[in-house]
């Protein structure tokens, strides 16, 4: 899907951004404060969230709640 911006449109189902919001919550704060949001944008993410779920010890499942929680809030936040 597209949205007229020529940005590509990802459909995500609520419950896994729930997962990977709490996976943010529980677990991103367990060496720090978890950051806002859109303290990174999506290729800042995509850089850092390899390392960080490795640091985590995250499954594969939660590594991608979380990369789906993240990408989706920094975006809707950065658009408002």
């Known amino acids: 899907l597209a949205d007229g911006t020529n940005r590509k449109i990802f459909i995500i189902e609520r419950e896994t951004l729930e997962r990977g919001r709490i996976v943010y919550l529980r677990d991103c ?9 859109t303290t990174f944008n999506e290729s800042g993410w995509l850089k850092i969230l390899p390392e960080m779920n490795e640091k985590a010890n995250l499954s594969l499942q939660e590594a991608a709640d979380l990369r789906d929680y993240l990408l989706t809030a920094s975006r809707v936040e950065a658009d408002r």
């Open 29 to 37: 704060g367990r060496c720090h404060t978890p950051v806002a949001v």
